[in-house]
C-alpha cells in the first residue's frame, strides 16, 4: 500500500532563509507525486508534480522539488522565503495503477511559520 | 475559468442529525471526488465519480455516508446520522479526466456537537 510521511508537522523559518520540507514516500510501484499548499480557510492548490523524466521539479512561487527514487523522498525546497508562504504544505502520492481512478494518498502536512 | 464551488462554507450540528454538501465542479470536469480532512491530518479521499457513476468509494463510511452525483454535474454528500468524529472539512475536488490534475474547492467546515 502506497503512504506518504512528512517530517515535521510545524516548520519555522526566518524570512529570506532556505525552505526544506521533508517527504518520504512508500510505494511498490513507481509513484506520481505532488505538493500543495493550503492557505487558510481555503482549497489546496497544486504547487509542482512529478510523473516522469526530470527528478528536479519546477514549481509555482519559486518552490521545487527532487525526487530520489534510493532514498524514497521528495523534499520540498524553496532558496529563500517570503512571509506569504506562511502556509500548509502537503505531500501526496498516487499510485496511478492503471483504471480509471488517480486517487491521491496525502501526508499529514507541514505548517510552514515565517518569520519576519 | 470558475473554480470549484462548494456550499455551505460552515455548517454547525448536533450528533446524530443529518447533513449535506454541495459541490460544482468546473465545467466540463468528468472526475469528481470528495475528500474529508479531520483537523491535524491531510485529506482522505471518500468517494471518486466518473461522469455519474462511482469509481472508488472503498473508504466511504456506507452505513452513515452517501454521495450522488445527477447528470454527471452537480455532487451531494449525505451524512444520515452525524457522529462526533465526522467534524472535519469536507474538500471537493473535480479533473478534467481521472487522470489530470485535480482542482480543490474552499471546503466546507462541519463541526458536530
Known amino acids: 500500500a502506497q503512504s506518504v510521511t512528512q517530517l515535521g508537522s510545524h516548520v519555522s523559518v526566518s524570512e529570506g532563509a532556505l525552505v526544506l520540507l521533508r517527504c518520504n514516500y512508500s510505494s511498490s510501484v513507481p509513484p506520481y507525486l505532488f505538493w500543495y499548499v493550503q492557505y487558510p480557510n481555503q482549497g489546496l492548490q497544486l504547487l509542482l508534480k512529478?510523473?516522469?523524466?526530470?527528478?528536479l521539479v519546477k514549481g509555482i512561487n519559486g518552490f521545487e522539488a527532487e525526487f530520489k527514487k534510493s532514498e524514497t523522498s521528495f523534499h520540498l525546497t524553496k532558496p529563500s522565503a517570503h512571509m506569504s508562504d506562511a502556509a500548509e504544505y502537503f505531500c501526496?502520492?498516487?499510485?496511478?495503477?492503471?483504471?480509471?481512478?488517480?486517487?491521491?494518498?496525502f501526508g499529514t502536512g507541514t505548517l510552514l511559520a515565517v518569520q519576519p | 475559468e470558475a473554480g470549484v464551488a462548494q456550499s455551505p462554507r460552515y455548517k454547525i450540528i448536533e450528533k446524530r442529525q443529518s447533513v449535506a454538501f454541495w459541490c460544482n465542479p468546473i465545467s466540463g470536469h468528468a472526475t469528481l471526488y470528495w475528500y474529508q480532512q479531520i483537523l491535524g491530518q491531510g485529506p482522505k479521499l471518500l468517494i471518486q465519480?466518473?461522469?455519474?457513476?462511482?469509481?472508488?468509494d472503498s473508504q466511504l463510511p456506507k452505513d452513515r455516508f452517501s454521495a450522488e452525483r445527477l447528470k454527471g454535474v452537480d455532487s451531494t454528500l449525505k451524512i444520515q446520522p452525524a457522529k462526533l468524529e465526522d467534524s472535519a472539512v469536507y474538500l471537493c475536488?473535480?479533473?478534467?479526466?481521472?487522470?489530470?490534475?485535480?482542482?480543490f474547492g474552499p471546503g466546507t467546515r462541519l463541526t458536530v456537537l
Open positions: 512529478y510523473t516522469t523524466g526530470a527528478t
Open positions: 501526496a502520492v498516487s499510485p496511478h495503477q492503471g483504471g480509471a481512478t488517480n486517487k491521491l494518498i
Open positions: 465519480f466518473q461522469n455519474n457513476g462511482v469509481v472508488d
Open positions: 475536488a473535480s479533473s478534467l479526466n481521472y487522470n489530470n490534475e485535480q482542482f
